[in-house]
């Protein structure tokens, strides 16, 4: 089952009409069941390792220590910590961040209005080869959290490539190229989603995460931060679904994409306080940001963009 219109780009009654056929249609008005984990998806809990004596400081005795016993200096010191050079804040760039959703063909039954939100394949290439071409790097979440939180640098000429919603065609199509090209790129996943047809099913998520791509929460079913008005809303789109990835996949997923870009300080402020530490919104959203790591500006990469403007998109232009 799948809507040709995106989401995103229609009025929010009939999203949500299309949210509710979705759910629906996935169980009757129940809660999607995730695909059970098994025990072996959930990380060992990490175990204290006790010290060993060797690692008790000896205290002083009475005996003089031999010559013989005292270690020669230049390997007993430890290596000095390199101090890791921080960019601060003042001198800190902009790091473009393209947001894909659908990538294939265009079809017939697409609108003008839908196509700005599929990406043709030769595009995606088109644009991979230009970034490749030129020298660019692509980053993950936790790159460009580091970069605007501690200044911690980034390789020269960082992108960060994004994928919402949870599609397939990222799988069949987006990730074979970026493979070609030699980028990674950040799935921000949307749960509900997961094994119906033309999604992602969690096999994928997991195969995409052994692969070296990042994966991260894009909530349970695409509803607007801005709607939630009971603490089950808020544990069902942006609790929950965290808690499913990480035992998907035994590690953090602490970087949330807010749908549809659109976000408020009170979401922002939940989010931290529910231990994430960014979000990602999208630029045409202007609310002031009160948290800016909660605000972190993505723009959607529009197939009608020329080179120029595509230019202008990585460099935070118009
Ligand atoms: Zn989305």
Redesign the pocket.
Known sequence: MRTTTP??QVPRGLCLLTLALLVALGGCGQRATPTPLSPAAVPPTATAVPLSPAAVPPTATAVPPTPAAVPPTATAVPPTATPVPTIPAAARGYVPILCY?QVREWTADDSEEDRAYIMPPAILAAQLAYLQREGYHSVRAAQVHAYYAFGQPLPPKPVMLSF??SDGTQYTVARPLLHDYGFSATF?I?TVVLGKAGYLSAAQVQGLDREGFDIQP??WD?HMVTQYQTEHDWVQQIVEPRQYLERLLGHPTPFF?Y??GVYDAAAAQRLHFSSYLAAFRLREDLDPATEPLFAIERRIANPYWTHDQFLAALQGGP
């Open positions: 989401c995103w959703h919402d919603d921000f949307m894009h909530t695409h994409a749908p549809y």
